[in-house]
């Protein structure tokens, strides 16, 4: 069977203009990278265009460590819109390195449903995540500096600092260090550490933020730490905003590549789902709907996750109406909730099937919440049986849900024109059926008391005296009014990972807040969940190779 990469190696590109062209996008207006790359100038965006057209959320039920195939899904569900006639365009986030170099490995979609230049989509890209890193990491050398050669006039306390930094790269080793040891000329000691950058709060605020102006001023707004005082201090107040929108200058600006099948796809931005918004840049969203009838992107994880802040936070903050969800789920994943172990995922089993099905409800019942009515979408693979995919349609049309079978990633737009059918018809008749689950002015508690019990499934949500102590600060600096953008595992509908299938008769607890006040949200603390990764033990970097000719291998 052929890779991911050999099958986009025999893809025949075309020259990223006739890519622009088929957006209406003159070969002037691209800042080309290369013959297949280009960045889009926000010039472009046209919000009454983008208004009226037609927006579609791909998300998936509780996954297995591998995924279960969002990112296919959406690529060849737009690839099928195009074959339908319609003009559509596939919206999705960056690769991050620390998955690439990991267990779970790109995020370039796979097999017919890929989008190009693989290798340089997964590899660096167009350097955004680079500009993120470099733009974080010198707010943090600016308030180091503070304290060591300003004689830290804003009173600010190195034991109350909450900026990190980051580094792309799954690197336990560095989520706690102590730096500014060697004496008075090197650094004031203190406790600190490292988080990935796609956790990075400048990547936050890029995915929120709706200009260049608006982005210096989210990056003002950021909260570096706390004064002896117990007073905030925010990023411009070390005049940091200027020179880190600067570094962003290009970074902002969306990337366009192209399709196996040559079809226009944006990709820009680049949060987990799991410690942030998970959804590509609010910018990027918006240039495809200027430029597209049709634009199909995903959320990171499932519909608790991904989904949620996508509705909760990235809508109501940008002004977006989704038309339609889709809900990817797998026959392996269901197995997986049903009690099967993963090294026993291939083998037959309908009993198993059946009994993960709640997991699928539950994600249905998520989608309704926000007054969407989704599609189910099941990524079909060659170990599924004939029995096992019939129980899945059966229960999805006993719920009365739409239910395609999607073979995108063996057949490209012609395996998903089933589900291109069904989610056009859905987008169609929805023009503003969307509704947020909860309201930005609710109390803290509200907020979450209503995602985790509405979402979750959970009796409560429960506090630490740490947490309460934070959200009462929180209501003291103004800041109680922000959205809620809950870190929490992705491998279960609770916030225990090890709580398949559809938990019941469980608490949710929050351990501590932190805060991305430049961004625009909250983040609660559930469970153990870390915003520095580590590798596995055998991770995917120990397969990637390149010869003398500078062919890449073991991608995927």
């Given at each position: ?47 009454k ?26 690529i ?47 590899l ?21 500096n ?28 560095l989520r ?28 936050a ?112 903050y ?191 607890k ?11 949200f ?6 153990t ?28």
């Amino acid at each position: 069977m052929k890779t991911d990469l050999d099958i986009a190696r025999e893809a025949k590109m075309r020259p990223i203009t006739e890519v622009a062209a088929k957006l209406g996008v003159e070969e002037a207006d691209l800042y080309q990278i290369g013959r297949y790359m280009a960045k889009l100038p926000l010039k472009l965006i046209d919000e009454k265009a983008a208004s009226k057209k037609k927006l579609v959320l791909v998300t998936a039920i509780t996954p297995t460590p591998a995924g279960e195939g969002k990112t296919t899904t959406s690529i060849g569900l737009s690839e099928g819109l195009n074959k339908l006639g319609v003009k559509s365009t596939v919206v999705i986030r960056e690769p991050s390195l620390g998955p690439v170099f990991g267990i779970k490995g790109g995020a370039a979609g796979g097999g017919r449903a890929q989008v190009l230049p693989m290798e340089d989509i997964n590899l660096h890209f167009t350097g955004d995540l680079g500009a993120v890193e470099k733009t974080h990491n010198l707010l943090s050398a600016l308030v180091d500096n503070h304290l060591q050669s300003k004689n830290n006039f804003l009173n600010l306390d190195p034991r109350k600092i909450v900026w990190k930094r980051v580094i792309d790269m799954n690197e336990r080793a560095l989520r706690n260090i102590i730096i500014g040891l060697g004496g008075r000329k090197q650094g004031i000691p203190r406790e600190t550490g490292f988080d990935i950058t796609a956790a990075s709060e400048v990547m936050a605020a890029l995915c929120l933020a709706k200009d260049l102006e608006d982005l210096k001023e989210k990056f003002g707004n950021i909260l570096v730490g706390f004064t002896y005082d117990d007073e905030p201090v925010y990023a411009k107040e070390f005049k940091a905003e200027g020179a880190m929108a600067a570094l962003m200058k290009y970074a902002i600006m969306p990337n366009l590549v192209q399709s196996i099948e040559g079809n226009p796809a944006i990709v820009h931005g680049g949060p987990f789902a799991n410690i942030a918004q998970g959804t590509n840049t609010l910018i990027a969203t918006k240039m495809g709907l200027s430029l597209s009838d049709y634009v199909v992107t995903e959320a990171g994880f499932a519909s608790e996750l991904g989904a949620e802040k996508f509705l909760n936070i990235k809508s109501q903050y940008g002004g977006l109406t989704p038309n339609a969800s889709v809900i990817v789920a797998t026959i392996r994943a269901l197995k997986y909730h049903g009690g099967v172990k993963l090294p026993s995922l291939k083998e037959p089993n309908p009993e198993a099937v059946t009994k993960g099905l709640e997991n699928l409800e539950k994600h249905i019942e998520n989608i309704q919440h926000f007054n969407l009515k989704p599609v189910v979408a099941i990524n079909k693979f060659y170990t599924d049986t004939d029995e096992e995919i019939a129980i899945v349609k059966k229960r999805c049309e006993d719920l009365g849900i739409k239910v395609a079978i999607y073979e995108g990633w063996e057949k490209g737009g012609e395996g998903a024109l089933e589900l291109a059918k069904l989610v056009k018809e859905a987008a169609d008749s929805c023009t503003t059926c969307f509704n947020p689950l909860y309201d930005f002015d609710w109390s803290i508690e509200k907020k979450l008391h209503t995602i985790a019990t509405k979402l979750y499934g959970a009796d409560h949500v429960e506090y630490t005296v740490k947490a309460k102590s934070q959200m009462a600060q929180f209501e003291r600096i103004g800041l109680d009014k922000l959205p809620v953008c809950v870190a929490k595992t992705q491998k279960s509908l609770s916030d225990d990972p090890y709580k398949i299938g559809r938990p019941k008769n469980f608490t949710v607890k929050i351990r501590e807040f932190e805060v991305a006040s430049g961004a625009g949200f909250l983040v609660p603390i559930a469970g153990t969940i870390m915003r520095m990764p580590g590798l596995p033990s055998q991770p995917s970097a120990e397969n990637i190779d390149i010869d003398k000719d500078g062919n890449i291998s073991g991608l995927f």
